[in-house]
T-cell receptor, first 114, second 114 residues
C-alpha cells in the first residue's frame, strides 16, 4: 500500500544535540511538507519542498534544517538552536498541479527532551 | 496571507445527536478549504475538501460541510454522531497560487458521550 512512513515514532533529545526525523513516501508525490503540532495551536509549517533539490522555509523554520536529495525522502533535522523542540512532528506529501490536491500525512514523530 | 479560526476548542455531544464544528477563514484571494480528522497519536486524515462548484461538500464517515463565501465560513456537520467520531478536527485553507501550503485552525476536540 502507498503511504508516508515517519520514523522513529518516539525520539528523545539531549541538550545540545541535533536529531533527524525521517520521512519517506511511496506515493510518487512531488511536494513534501513538515509541520509541528503543539497542544491548542494546530499545525504550523516548518519547511516544504515542491521538487527535488529545492525547499522553502515555512512559518517557523528557525532551528530546523531539511534536505531533499530524493523524491521519496524529506528528512528534518532539529538542531540545538531550536530551544523548545518538544512537539509532535508531522510529515505530509501531495501531488502538484492545477487541481489542488489534498495533503497526505504520516503518523508523526513525538520528540521529547531528556 | 490566510488565517483560520475554529470557534470552539472543545465540543461535547451525546451519541446519535447532531453536531456542528465551526470554522471561519480570512483571505485576500480565492481559497481551497479542507477538514481533517486526527485520532490520538496518529496523523491527519482528510474528511472532505472544497475546491469549487457546489457549496455543499460531502465527505467520509457521514460528514458534510458548507462553504459560505459571504460569511467566510466552512462549518462541518454530521446529523448523528457515533462514539468512534471522538477525535480532533482541523479546518485548513490554502490559496490557489501554486505552493499548496496549508494554514490550519487550532483544532476542535469532539467528545462523544454515551
Amino acid at each position: 500500500d502507498g503511504g508516508i512512513t515517519q520514523s522513529p515514532k518516539y525520539l528523545f533529545r539531549k541538550e545540545g544535540q541535533n536529531v533527524t526525523l525521517s520521512c519517506e513516501q511511496n506515493l510518487n508525490h512531488d511536494a513534501m511538507y513538515w509541520y509541528r503540532q503543539d497542544p491548542g495551536q494546530g499545525l504550523r509549517l516548518i519547511y516544504y519542498s515542491q521538487i527535488v533539490n529545492d525547499f522553502q522555509k515555512g512559518d517557523i523554520a528557525e532551528g530546523y534544517s531539511v534536505s531533499r536529495e530524493k523524491k521519496e525522502s524529506f528528512p528534518l533535522t532539529v538542531t540545538s538552536a531550536q530551544k523548545n523542540p518538544t512537539a509532535f512532528y508531522l510529515c505530509a506529501s501531495s501531488r502538484q498541479g492545477i487541481d489542488n490536491q489534498p495533503q497526505h500525512f504520516g503518523d508523526g514523530t513525538r520528540l521529547s527532551i531528556l | 496571507a490566510q488565517s483560520v479560526t475554529q470557534l470552539d476548542s472543545q465540543v461535547p455531544v451525546f451519541e446519535e445527536a447532531p453536531v456542528e464544528l465551526r470554522c471561519n477563514y480570512s483571505s485576500s484571494v480565492s481559497v481551497y478549504l479542507f477538514w481533517y480528522v486526527q485520532y490520538p497519536n496518529q496523523g491527519l486524515q482528510l474528511l472532505l475538501k472544497y475546491l469549487s462548484g457546489s457549496t455543499l461538500v460531502k465527505g467520509i464517515n457521514g460528514f458534510e460541510a458548507e462553504f459560505n463565501k459571504s460569511q467566510t465560513s466552512f462549518h462541518l456537520r454530521k446529523p448523528s454522531v457515533h462514539i468512534s467520531d471522538t477525535a480532533e478536527y482541523f479546518c485548513a485553507v490554502s490559496d490557489n497560487q501554486g505552493a499548496q501550503k496549508l494554514v490550519f485552525g487550532q483544532g476542535t476536540r469532539l467528545t462523544i458521550n454515551p
